[in-house]
């Protein structure tokens, strides 16, 4: 909610005051919140499915927008509102993640009462990242790197996938490209709501895994290749590389 809030901030208050060095913008809507209502407080619900709204660059504060899979293509409806990066502007889509996740909830997950479990996904290593980078661009002036887009098809307004139900595109973290489970923003069709938020985890099935990797020691190879990777592009710290590296998962491999 907050992210529909702050894109109307950046945009209608931040020209005026420059009270701000830089903006996080997390798992925005493709609409922003209105700045006023004639009575009552603001409700939040109305924004979604409003108007497709732009952030404005054209301040000094940069400004770096985190997508998950379900902010993009779902209920909050960022697609219409995509903008390309520019001198203050980054935007940062994450494949294999959900607007909430299995990192925020941890021991209370079955406290949701989701049909399927939430989404496990990476993106609290690229939330650290953009941290980080935000921070240099204000006091440095260094831009974090520009990140592809999360793939998506523009007959059907759905995701491109493989053949493990897995996004093409966006950031990629060994999790989605060397992966044990299909992580996704979606979530199950009897999801309430609230569900919809936390995306799923879906195995992939034994014979699957033995296709994919003939041996615990060939998917460890190709996971920390994964990880080094996405760590030399910017998207990950080196200093998380460590508890990246210790989100494998060698004992599913049969």
């Known amino acids: ?118 989404n496990a996904g990476p993106q609290h290593f690229v939330v650290k990242a953009a941290l980080r980078h935000l921070t240099r661009w204000i006091t440095d002036g260094t831009p974090p790197p520009e990140a592809p887009r999360l793939e998506v098809d523009d007959a059907t307004g759905t995701y491109v996938v493989d053949d493990d139900g897995i996004v093409a595109g966006g950031i990629r973290t060994p999790l989605v490209d060397v992966p044990v489970d299909r992580l996704s923003g979606e979530a199950s069709p009897e999801a309430s709501v609230a569900c919809l938020l936390f995306g799923s985890t879906t195995p992939l099935a034994d014979d699957r895994l033995a296709e994919l990797y003939p041996d615990a020691d060939t998917y460890l190879a190709a996971f920390e290749a994964s990880a080094d990777e996405v760590i030399a592009a910017g998207f990950v710290l080196d200093d998380d590389r460590d508890a990246l590296l210790a989100e494998a998962q060698p004992d599913r491999i049969p």
């Not at 009552?40 to 952030?55: F, K, Q, V």
């Open 1 to 118: 909610q907050s992210a529909f809030t702050l894109t109307s901030y950046i945009d209608g208050v931040q020209p005026l005051t420059g009270a701000f060095d830089g903006f996080l913008v997390h798992s925005r809507g493709g609409a922003a919140a209105p700045l006023r209502v004639e009575s009552g407080g603001i409700d939040i619900a109305s924004s979604l499915g409003g108007e497709p709204t732009l952030i404005r660059t054209d301040g000094a504060a940069p400004i770096i927008v985190l997508e998950t899979e379900n902010d993009v293509v779902g209920l909050l409806g960022y697609l219409p509102a995509r903008q390309p990066d520019d001198d203050r502007l980054r935007l940062w889509e994450m494949a294999g993640t959900s607007h909430a996740d299995l990192y925020q909830v941890g021991g209370i997950e079955d406290v949701l009462g989701c049909p399927t479990p939430v």
